[in-house]
């Protein structure tokens, strides 16, 4: 259904035809669950949509393009500026806020192939009026003044032709050889907020995105022989008289539209609870499709059952080549990877990416949080459900690798990771403001993901599930901000608001995590046991413990106190103070004594401390494994960085 597409004819004729898109334009947005199934289910409302015709120059690594975007102003004021993204510029120079910020500066300097970029060469709006003069472009980012104000709830249509030169991939979008990985490509409108102000930044390296739903409807033309993969279901292929083909593509609920092609992917398809699963990929992995398929279609029935329900009935797996900078990306209804050599039956590199890559279809795709400015709604989220998979499929302990001895689980990973560097941000921040890329990944997905684990230590996995289940139905297409979730924990969670914080407001909790930049560190610092008089010939003995909170963290732990004659006494400490002395009188020496026996403060960055033994015994060989473990997860993190 090609419902944006321009009419060609006479002026009178052109009057009545942009009338006519204009009519069924403010019909689709009106009544967006009839334009395509007639279907009744729950759908996000279109803000920004899309009809795109573009057309792959393989020799010259170029993408041709006409796009109809249509938009509703949302906001309660007049719009006299739209803004849009140009996210192609990122490469254009070695001088560009991106290339600036990432870990290849001087690739482009060197290589005039690593050079990318967007040329708009024409823009009307509404009926003929031609904005193309009027256009601002600032980088990645293009203002377009308008000449009269857009009134909210008002819909403008915007026809722009554009060309893109794709580079040689660096990341996420542009050419390896024959691959072509097509990700943030086309001009996109930025997101504009409730008070009228546009969300529109400029693409930073250590940012991803943000952007409104709508409808895409995508004709892509390229060589016969590519195969394609793409967001959005298949309407129609169409054989051209030169030697190409048109694919046309739709989709709805969607915030974004991405495809992949290859001459050489092969096609794996199964169905998995009405999901058609499809994994695209090169020869050389063909023993690993099995592999591939059976974690994917574990990762969508467990969400499906932990989370709710997958929106859409197709799911799209792209296997990058080796060295291949668009692997391991999300996008709606599409991943990319790059399976792992390391990957065997004793290392699940693999399973990890793919359970990864698909958690992010929830925070990411349906819930669609800001990645720009709260990132760890979706990262530290998706870190989080990766592990729940993970610990579902393989075990609690060693699910991640099992080699020589050497045990890792993805809590493990998450833990070391975060040790990296603790200290240096908060981690509700804009993605750009971070130290560098390390104290980005340490707070946005490992330290948010471990947040999520202490929650639900304490709240227990039922009600943890429950939390999360009810957070997805409830914002599901609805970009919630990091201020939603806590109100929602806060309101549902009774137990938490109890056992956390004694009764107190829930928010403190929160806030010191993800808006401090302490560590939480408990000690168990001497044990002390003093023989007393003895009454009735029974020995009594005075025994002091001393527990110290060395980090800046404030949370209430359990103790546990184990006597020499196998007697065990429970004890809280609120953990307020830097000190806490208990002092008891018993009838048995203490044995040793543990802070949080149960582990359930996975945030405390040095468990070692967290017992005492009375005949302590000497600790090396156990911090030796823990930095052995420290350069192990080190190493895996760069494997497998995504």
């Not at 799911?315 to 390391?342: N, W």
């Not at 039922?462 to 009810?470: A, N, S, T």
């Not at 046991?529 to 029974?538: A, F, G, I, S, V």
């Amino acid at each position: 259904m090609n419902v944006f597409r321009p009419i060609k004819s006479s002026s009178t004729q052109k009057s009545q035809g942009c009338c006519y898109r204009f009519i069924l334009i403010l019909f689709f947005c009106l009544f967006p669950s009839i334009s395509f199934s007639l279907s009744f289910e729950e759908y996000a409302p279109p803000i920004a949509s899309y009809n795109i015709e573009v057309k792959l120059d393989t020799e010259n690594k170029k993408l041709l393009g006409k796009e109809i975007l249509t938009f509703r102003n949302t906001s309660a004021k007049n719009v006299d500026t739209l803004f849009l993204h140009l996210y192609p510029n990122a490469f254009q120079s070695d001088t560009t806020t991106f290339m600036k910020e990432s870990l290849f500066p001087d690739r482009i300097k060197k290589k005039e192939e690593y050079r990318g970029y967007i040329e708009i060469k024409k823009i009307n709006v509404g009926c003929g009026h031609d904005l193309t003069k009027e256009k601002i472009i600032d980088e990645t980012i293009m203002r377009l003044p308008l000449r009269k104000p857009l009134p909210p709830q008002d819909i403008i249509s915007l026809e722009i032709e554009f060309v893109v030169k794709l580079p040689q991939i660096l990341v996420r979008m542009g050419y390896s050889g024959k691959n072509f990985m097509i990700g943030q490509w086309f001009p996109k409108m930025a997101v504009l907020e409730e008070e009228g102000c546009w969300n529109a930044h400029q693409y930073h390296a250590n940012s991803e995105f943000f952007a409104d739903f709508g409808t895409y409807d995508v004709s892509i033309t390229l060589p016969l022989e590519y195969v394609v993969g793409a967001t959005g279901y298949l309407q129609e292929e169409r054989i051209n008289p030169d030697s190409t083909k048109t694919m046309v593509y739709h989709a709805e609920d969607v915030h974004d539209f991405a495809w992949v092609a290859d001459p050489d992917y092969l096609i794996s398809k199964r169905m998995v609870d009405g999901i058609e699963l499809l994994f695209l990929y090169q020869p050389e992995h063909k023993k690993k499709v099995k592999r591939i398929m059976d974690a994917a279609e574990f990762a969508l029935n467990y969400y499906n059952s932990a989370f709710g329900n997958y929106h859409y009935k197709k799911f799209v797996i792209a296997d990058a080549r080796i060295g291949f900078g668009g692997g391991a990306m999300e996008y709606p209804m599409f991943i990319t990877i790059s399976p792992s050599g390391l990957s065997t039956d004793k290392i699940k590199l693999d399973e990890m990416v793919v359970f990864h890559e698909i958690a992010h279809q929830w925070w990411y795709g349906m819930v669609a949080s800001n990645e720009f400015e709260e990132a760890w709604l979706d990262e530290g989220f998706a870190v989080y459900s990766e592990r729940k998979a993970l610990e579902e499929k393989f075990g609690k302990t060693a699910n991640l690798m099992n080699l020589w001895g050497i045990k890792i689980g993805d809590k493990d990973l998450a833990k070391l990771g975060y040790l990296l560097d603790p200290q240096s941000d908060i981690t509700v921040k804009n993605s750009w403001e971070f130290q560098d890329f390390l104290s980005y990944r340490a707070n946005v997905y490992y330290k948010a993901s471990l947040l999520l684990e202490t929650l639900e230590n304490v709240l227990g996995e039922e009600e943890m599930r429950k939390l999360l289940r009810k957070y997805f139905q409830k914002y599901k297409f609805k970009h919630p901000k990091t201020e939603d979730f806590i109100q929602l924990a806060t309101e549902i969670s009774g137990a938490l608001h109890r056992t956390v914080q004694g009764g107190e407001d829930l928010n403190p909790f929160f806030s010191q995590i993800l808006f401090g930049t302490g560590v939480c560190d408990y000690e168990v610092a001497s044990i002390e046991n003093t023989p007393l008089k003895k009454e009735d010939k029974q020995q009594i003995y005075q025994s002091k413990i001393l527990l110290k909170r060395l980090g800046e963290i404030k949370i209430p732990v359990e103790v546990l106190i184990e006597m020499e004659d196998g007697d065990k006494i429970k004890k809280t400490w609120d953990g307020k103070e830097r000190w806490h002395k208990l002092e008891l009188e018993t009838k048995s020496k203490i044995k040793s004594t543990t802070i949080d026996p149960e582990n359930k403060i996975v945030l405390d960055i040095d468990v070692n401390n967290n017992s005492l033994t009375k005949k302590s015994q000497d600790s090396v060989i156990l911090k030796l494994g823990s930095r052995y473990l420290f350069w192990m997860e080190t190493f895996v993190q760069w494997i497998t960085s995504f």
